[in-house]
């Protein structure tokens, strides 16, 4: 809401600047900022056009001679609208304008211009560049611009939170001003006069009392619709709103003035003389202000004349009974609606108005008795305007304001500091709470109506804390004792898993975790969607890490980057049954690996691309417990493994298919991933394995074998013959040749022979690998190679 | 054995040492000695002449000094071999500037190393951690924090819906309401994890972010004791001399509620980094929390956000965009 200092003015002394104002707002809680502060500009002076000539060599612009009253100036202008006789905004040669803008003496096609003349873009005051800004010819000249303008136009934009519909207008800024610095706050009187004459009537029915409970009116005629005067136009336009005519600035000052909404309808527009306030039936239209027609649902609530709707309560009035030229008589309607009717209404609509934004909030049922007599009064100050009706003052939803308890202790437990009884005392009067002391620390309260967040004691213990100042509050640090058993954080020991993966070369990414559909279902998976996605590339939760990963090496072949090994962890989701307990939840580990996994070097390395077996290696590496890779058919992988750690299934891992790339229109070669089950890699505490003393003896075996057999089947045949004295079997060698014959492979396995208990010696050794080479000779065909 | 067989035999032994010869400047010299020294396997050979016949004796001769040549000449070949390749491994032949051998090393992005950072900090202060469902019931992530449906306060929270009693959390609150229904009060938690917001994506706002809440629960917390929590985390986190104000603001679960900034000087400007504040004794009713019993503060940041101040980074989408230039920088 844009407030204007001038109009704070009126309601309590200020003699801050703007910026200490927004300063002191703002730690109130009504954060505030300088909308416009003119107090930057200098040697920028009124001044008046003697002369306006056409420049001798440009068409558009002209010879201006102007004076601030003690000089003459000549410069050259090229504003459409300079004419002699003007009061105008002179800026001199050295002036300073917004954005640090300054004013030098200049040639314009061959005339010397010894300053500007200024629009009001250039002085900042608004974004109007049409033409220079012309003044009331009555302005003085001679003075700083700041000084005339900057008393009437400087403003402030405050961002006032949903709970402080109090501070949606000036007067309840101008009061939280008053309780902060002590100063007295002026409020408006309110005339409560009677019709000297009553020539109308009018008749009100609430049919809706829940969503109405108040609604006040009364009719005035013989008003003049016209401009407002310039001071009520000034305080209109300073807080970014247009002056219409005298009739809708009247409402939309009161508006701005108490915070309180009201309408004023063209009454001779009324068919018949009364006012029934109704919802609205389903599908009813109705054509507002804004000469929209809306289609309304049954929770609206309507304004109508008896016959058809003029209102759409509390959100905007219709264009049927709208005020115009020739308005004579008006009806004032001035009511307290429900908030979350209206609401609910602005909601459906999409339509929101000052007036809605305040009833939703919570306007006060008391302000609509003030509102109404100020308007009462300003129509007869600013139209001539004459009441002629009785008042209705239709109140069916009348409350009592809450009382609350308030207690020193629990605001001081709260606080962390003492509040003294004159502090608390002091401060409850000037936020206009009745009090009444009950005990020794102990006050019942009655807030007043226009601060509907004042419920419970803890909404007046925040008022004393703020009041006090935030900034004033000293910090403490000290804590009850608090222990608890539990580990802190549950997830601390991945951070060794993305460490090891950091070795690695592996570079972490957060991706979005809304896809589209067609991507998140690649892997045949039932997505969660969102009913109302920012868009269809957006509406629905992944339920794998791994197209985010790929898009994201897509992205980076793009830009130059193609060696890649990424990785990712977090939450994906899928639905395995409707309702909100077949939405599942799992947090995912996954990794990509793309192009080179070492480069050729200077040093003689040749390139190494990334494989099925660089990926073995770094599961290898990341599951230092023994993990098990057991081929599977896994969507999206064309060499897909079951993870096993532990003998437990924890994820995939495998080539990803040219087909599942090709499918997420994607372009790129061979891709390798992994994706494990995050949970199920907390792995349990080490327990330590003795060293044993005893020597290590090596072996080698040379094995001619079927290419077709895996490496891995003679290796645990090697071990069950090991009688437990194997502690490490590894291939170091294949060989391939004609020599050893077609379909065959040479393979040296290096086995490590150790006792825990003594030293071995080959007598012992000896009959293993005879076993072993009998074994693997009657299972597998295995021959040594001689 | 005749004399051409046991010049024959020198020769064999020669070559042998000779290949085995390592860049051993004592194992070189050795070699030498023995051979090509007087009194080496070589010189001993002449001692034969007076064994041999005289007719023979030139021949003799011709062929010593032969074997004699040879060795000498493939000595020397050898040793010089020796010797260059010693040379090659001397520190005037290395050439440093030559690139080494490369280990390609990857990263932790740069808000898991923001989210880490802030929670060593609060867990050294007693914090534990816990974590929380991103699908919640309307219940979890609004109602039970003193959000009705209706109610303005969620104008400032645009949410993901799965269905009309779904959300996607729009923040990590709602874990603040499953810990306080699973446990008992005392209770000290930070909260980290991704929420979601329905908004359109700029360079300052994105579909999700993270967020870490924390919660503390006691019989006697207080908003001193927020401030002086809050003050060590910002302190800690930035600079010991950084400017924070705490400023009053609004949140439906928290009251008094305060939102915290600090002071940028590049942009001189207060920035907000959080929001924070007393717990709404309506929320320890809904979770069943005597309010006359128990008190306790709340606060919650974005990641992001942090993140961004604390490394100058100007655009949030470069965190989700997984860039390699952006992502080797931390």
């Known amino acids: 809401m844009q407030v204007s200092i001038q109009w704070l003015k009126k309601f309590v002394d200020i003699r801050e600047t703007p910026e200490e104002i927004a300063e002191l707002l703002s730690m109130l809680g009504l954060e505030a900022e300088v909308e416009l502060d003119l107090t930057g500009i200098q040697n920028c002076v009124t001044a008046t056009v003697l002369s306006s000539e056409k420049h001798p060599n440009a068409d558009k612009l002209k010879l201006c001679s102007v004076t601030d009253g003690d000089e003459t100036f000549n410069l050259v202008c090229g504003a459409p609208n300079v004419s002699a006789g003007q009061t105008v905004v002179l800026a001199k040669i050295g002036a300073k304008l917004p954005g640090g803008f300054k004013i030098k003496k200049a040639k314009i096609r061959g005339e010397v211009s010894y300053g500007m003349l200024c629009s009001e873009r250039e002085l900042g005051i608004s974004e109007s560049a049409d033409g220079i800004m012309v003044l009331d010819n009555e302005t003085p000249i001679g003075v700083e611009i700041s000084e005339i303008l900057n008393e009437s136009l400087s403003s402030l934009e405050i961002d006032v939170t949903p709970n402080r519909p109090d501070a949606l207008n000036h007067l309840g800024v101008a009061r939280e001003i008053a309780i902060k610095t002590g100063r007295e706050l002026r409020i408006p009187d309110v005339n409560k006069s009677s019709p000297i004459n009553i020539s109308d009537s009018v008749s009100v029915k609430i049919e809706d009392p829940a969503g109405c409970p108040r609604y006040m009116a009364g009719v005035v005629k013989n008003v003049t619709v016209k401009p407002s005067p310039k001071w009520m136009e000034d305080a209109l336009t300073a807080t970014g709103m247009r002056p219409i005519n005298n009739l809708v600035d009247i409402s939309n000052y009161i508006l701005l003035e108490m915070g309180h909404p009201t309408h004023i309808f063209d009454f001779d527009k009324f068919p018949a003389k009364e006012v029934v306030i109704r919802r609205a039936n389903a599908g009813e239209e109705f054509v507002t202000l804004d000469e929209e027609k809306r289609k309304l649902n049954s929770e609206h609530l309507l304004i109508t004349n008896g016959e058809s709707p003029v209102a759409l309560a509390g959100i905007m009035g219709g264009m049927d009974s709208a005020v115009d030229d020739t308005t004579k008589t008006v009806l004032i309607e001035s009511a307290y609606f429900d908030p979350i009717t209206i609401r609910k209404g602005s909601k459906a609509l999409g339509l929101l108005t000052e007036s809605s934004r305040r009833f939703e909030r919570g306007a006060d049922p008391n302000g609509a008795e003030t509102a109404f007599w100020r308007i009462v009064e300003l129509l007869k100050e600013l139209a001539g305007g004459e009441l002629c009706s009785d008042i209705v003052d239709e109140y069916p939803g009348k409350k009592d304001q809450p009382v609350i308890r308030l207690r020193q202790c629990k605001l001081n437990s709260i606080a962390g500091y003492e ?23 102990e006050w ?4 007043p109506s226009f ?16 009041i006090y100042g935030y900034d004033e509050v000293a910090s403490s640090r000290r804590y009850n004792s608090l222990f608890s058993l539990e580990i802190p954080d549950p997830q601390s020991k991945l951070l060794n898993i993305y460490n090891t993966l950091v070795g690695l070369g592996f570079r972490q990414c957060y991706n979005n975790s809304l896809q589209p559909k067609k991507v998140a279902e690649s892997m045949d998976i039932s997505a969660v969607a969102v009913v109302n996605p920012l868009n269809e590339q957006m509406s629905v939760l992944r339920t794998s890490l791994i197209p985010g990963l790929l898009h994201t090496i897509d992205f980076n072949i793009k830009n130059g980057t193609k060696d890649l090994r990424l990785f990712e962890t977090g939450q994906v989701h899928h639905r395995e049954t409707v309702g909100f307990d077949g939405l599942k939840e799992t947090q995912l580990l996954s990794g990509v690996l793309h192009g080179l996994a070492s480069a050729a070097s200077v040093h003689g390395d040749k390139d190494c691309h990334e494989s099925v077996y660089t990926l073995k290696g770094i599961l290898s590496a990341l599951f230092t417990t023994r993990f098990k890779l057991t081929k599977k058919e896994v969507s999206g992988y064309s060499n897909g493994f079951a993870v096993e750690l532990n003998g437990k299934p924890v994820g995939v891992a495998g080539q990803i298919s040219a087909s599942y790339i090709e499918k997420l229109n994607l372009d790129m070669k061979e ?6 089950d995050l949970n199920q890699l907390k792995h349990n505490g080490v327990v330590f394995t003795p060293l044993s003393i005893y020597p290590v003896i090596g072996r080698d075996l040379n094995f001619v074998l079927d290419d077709s057999l895996n490496s891995g089947d003679i290796e645990s045949v090697i071990l069950s013959c090991g009688k437990g004295l194997i502690k490490n079997i590894v291939p170091t060698n294949i060989f391939r040749h004609e020599s050893i014959g077609d379909g065959k492979k040479s393979v040296v396995y290096h086995l490590t022979f150790q006792s825990d208990n003594r030293t071995l010696e080959d007598k012992e050794i000896t009959p293993i690998i005879e076993e072993i080479i009998s074994v693997a000779s009657s299972q597998f065909g295995a021959k040594l190679r001689s | 054995m005749s004399y051409q067989m046991k010049i ?3 020769r064999n032994s020669f070559r042998a040492a000779l290949d085995s010869l390592t860049a051993d400047s004592q194992a070189i010299e050795e070699v030498r000695v023995s051979y090509l020294g007087r009194k080496g396997k070589i010189a001993k050979l002449f001692a034969l002449i007076g064994s041999i016949d005289s007719s023979e004796r030139p021949k003799f001769g011709q062929l010593i000094n032969a074997l004699k040549n040879d060795c000498q000449s493939s000595f020397d070949e050898k040793v010089a071999l020796l010797t260059a390749e010693t040379k090659d491994s001397n520190e005037d032949s290395l050439d440093f500037t030559l690139p080494g051998a490369v280990y390609r090393r990857g990263s932790l992005h740069p808000l898991q190393q923001t989210m880490d950072e802030i929670k060593d900090i609060f867990t050294s202060i007693g914090f534990s951690v816990a974590y929380g469902r991103e699908i919640d019931d309307d219940y979890h992530n609004f109602q039970a924090l003193n959000m009705p449906k209706h109610h303005p306060a969620r104008d400032m929270q645009d949410t993901f819906f799965v269905d009309d009693n ?4 729009t923040h990590t609150s709602n874990v603040q309401i499953h810990l306080m229904e699973e446990q008992d009060p005392p209770l000290r938690y930070i909260v980290p994890g991704r929420v979601y917001r329905n908004e359109a994506i700029s360079f300052k ?12 629960i006691d019989k006697h917390v207080s908003f001193s004791e927020l401030k002086g929590t809050l003050e060590y985390f910002i302190k800690r986190m930035f600079d010991e001399n950084v400017k924070i104000r705490f400023r009053p603001s609004y949140f439906p679960f928290t009251e008094p509620s305060a939102e915290v900034d600090i002071w940028n000087e590049e942009r001189n400007q207060w920035m907000e980094i959080l929001g924070c504040g007393m717990v709404d004794p309506a929320v320890f009713e809904n979770v069943g929390y005597d309010p006359e019993k128990w008190q306790g503060f709340a606060f ?31």
Request: aromatic share 12%.
């Open chain 1, 451 to 466: 601060r509907p967040d004042l419920e419970r004691e803890i909404d007046l213990i925040e008022e004393f804390i703020r």
């Open chain 2, 205 to 216: 706002s994105y579909c999700l972010f993270h967020q870490v809440e924390g919660l503390y």
């Open chain 2, 8 to 10: 024959e035999a020198v």
């Open chain 2, 166 to 169: 779904t959300v996607l959390r």
């Open chain 2, 300 to 330: 919650g940041m974005g990641v992001e956000r942090i993140a961004m101040l604390k490394y100058k980074i100007n655009d949030i989408r470069h965190f989700y965009q997984g860039d390699v230039r952006f992502l080797e920088q931390f």
């Open chain 1, 671 to 676: 891709v390798f991933a992994f994706e494990v």
């Open chain 1, 419 to 441: 509040n003294s009884e004159e502090f608390i005392e002091k401060n409850l009067t000037a936020l206009n709470v009745t009090i009444q002391k009950v005990a020794e620390g």
């Open chain 1, 444 to 447: 019942d309260c009655v807030p």
